[in-house]
C-alpha cells in the first residue's frame, strides 16, 4: 500500500477491492479513484497471494443468491467491499465499475458537489464503453473463444473501431476539454480539479496507446489537446507515485492486448 | 402523454427525454422509468413531429464543446433535459442511459431509501451490458457497417451470446429474485416496491424475446421464475397503461431486431 496521511486513514472505512490477481482490468479503474486520492484500500487478490482471489472468487463468482455478509449476488468483479457500511452493520458489497466509481466519488472527493458528479458518471461511463469496445477487437464473436478463434473477424472489427469508433470518442473527449478550459486548464475534464473522469479517460488512452501504438501515434497531432491531457495527468500527485510502483500492473492478456495484427499497417 | 394526478404534475419539473424517434432503443429505458412513476415527460422528437428531432439533433448529436445551456457534450443520445435544474438555473443536460437512470431513481421514488440504491444501478448497469451484447449478434464487427455485410460473423455472435451469455445473466437474475424473495416475493429485484431495475431488466426480456422467440420458448422451464416475473411486471400499475398505449413503440431496426437465422434453429 502507498503511504498515506494518518488523518486520512482514519476517517475511511477500510475498502476492499474484490478482482482478478495479476492484471490491470476492470479492476485499474477502482485503483486509480484511491490512488489519486491517497485514500488506503486493500487489493484483496493481488496483496493477498495466498488465499485472497479464493476470497475474491467466493464473493463474485459464486452460484448462490448473495455475494456475502445479505448483499444480492454479483454477477462478475469487480466489486467493492465495505466492512460496517451495509445493511444492519455488516458489510456492503457493490459491483459494475461505475457503480463502484459513483460510490466512492462522492466518499473520496472525486466529483463537484453539485450537478457536475453527473458530468463526471456520463464521462466516465462514456469512457468505459470504449474500453468494452477495444476489447472487443480481440474477442469480437466469442467471449469464451481464443483470440486465435476469431482472427479474421477481430481484423475486421479492429479496423472499424481504429477508424471510426477512437476518432469519435476522442474528439468527444477533447470537446469536454474545451468545454471545460476555463476551469479545468485543459489539464481536468470537469471542473478545476481531479475527478475520476479524469482517472477513467486516462486509464482508457493508456490501454489504447498498449494495444494500438502506432495508430495512436498517427492520431496524436490530430487530438493534441487529448494526448496533452494524457501526459499532463501522469504528473498528478497519487498518479504520478502509483505509476512508479509496483501496485501498477503491466497490460498482458486482459482486456487491452497488444497484437501488432489489428494495430495500423 | 399519459393522464397524471395533477398532484405529481406541479411537484415534478418539466422532464425532456431526447432521443431518435420512431424506435424503443436506450431511450425506452427511461421511458419506463417515467411510466411506472406516473411522472410526466415530453419524449420530444416523437411529440413534436415536426421540429423535434433537429432539437434533439441539436443538443445530442453537435460537434460543439457544449450540448445546449452550458452544458458538457453529449456522446449520443439518449439525454435528459431538465429545465431549470442546472446551474445558474439553466437547464440540466446529462447523458448515458445508466447515469440518466440513477439521476431519476432518487427523484421518482424508483430506487431504496438506502443503500440499496446501489444494489438496483448495479442490476439496470448488468442488463445494459447484456442488452449491448444482443446489439452486437447483428453487428458484431462495424457498427457502421450493415447487418448484411457481417452475416456470417452475426451467426458466430448469435450463437455465442445465445448459447453462453444469455443463461449466465438469466442465472444471475433469478438469483436476484431468489436473494428477494422475502421482501420482493417474485415480484421486484429489489425490496418491496417496483424500482427502475424492474423496468431495466424487464425490457431487456421482452427485447431479447422478440429477438430470439425460439430461444426464449426453449429456455422458459429453465428460468420458470424470472420469467414469472417477467409476465408479472406486465400487470404493474403504470406499466400496464403504457404497454397497451400508442405511446409504446414496436421493435424494428433498433437494438432488439428478429433476424431467424440468428435465433435458435
Given amino acids: 500500500m502507498a503511504e498515506q496521511p494518518a488523518k486520512k486513514q482514519r476517517t475511511h472505512p477500510p475498502y476492499e477491492l474484490l478482482y482478478h490477481p495479476g492484471i490491470p482490468g476492470r479492476g485499474e479503474f477502482i485503483r486509480l479513484a484511491f490512488e489519486v486520492a491517497g485514500v488506503p484500500y486493500t487489493d484483496v487478490a493481488n496483496e493477498d497471494k495466498d488465499g485472497g482471489y479464493s476470497t475474491v472468487q467466493g464473493i463474485c463468482m459464486n452460484s448462490k443468491p448473495s455475494s456475502s455478509d445479505d448483499n444480492p449476488p454479483v454477477f462478475s468483479p469487480p466489486a467493492l467491499r465495505i466492512p460496517g457500511a451495509g445493511r444492519g452493520g455488516k458489510a456492503l458489497v457493490i459491483a459494475q465499475t461505475p457503480n463502484v466509481l459513483s460510490y466512492l466519488g462522492e466518499r473520496l472527493g472525486l466529483v463537484p458537489e453539485d450537478e457536475g458528479k453527473y458530468y463526471v458518471q456520463q464521462l466516465a461511463l462514456t469512457a468505459l464503453d470504449l474500453n468494452n469496445e477495444v476489447h472487443d477487437t480481440h474477442h469480437p464473436v466469442g467471449v469464451s473463444l481464443y483470440y486465435e478463434d476469431q482472427k479474421e473477424e477481430s481484423l475486421k472489427k479492429a479496423k472499424d473501431v481504429r477508424e471510426n469508433r477512437i476518432p469519435k470518442f476522442f474528439s468527444y ?92 499497417q
Fill in 173 to 264: 473527449f477533447e470537446r469536454q476539454l474545451k468545454w471545460n478550459q476555463e476551469d479545468g486548464k485543459g489539464k481536468y475534464l470537469v471542473g478545476g480539479k481531479i475527478t475520476y473522469a479524469d482517472t477513467t479517460v486516462w486509464q482508457v488512452l493508456d490501454g489504447i496507446s498498449f494495444a494500438f501504438p502506432k495508430e495512436v501515434e498517427a492520431r496524436r497531432g490530430e487530438f493534441k489537446e487529448l494526448f496533452e491531457f494524457y501526459e499532463g495527468l501522469k504528473e498528478e500527485k497519487g498518479l504520478r507515485e502509483y505509476l512508479a510502483s509496483e501496485r501498477r500492473l503491466p497490460y498482458s492478456m486482459g482486456i487491452f492486448r497488444h497484437y501488432p495484427e489489428l494495430d495500423r
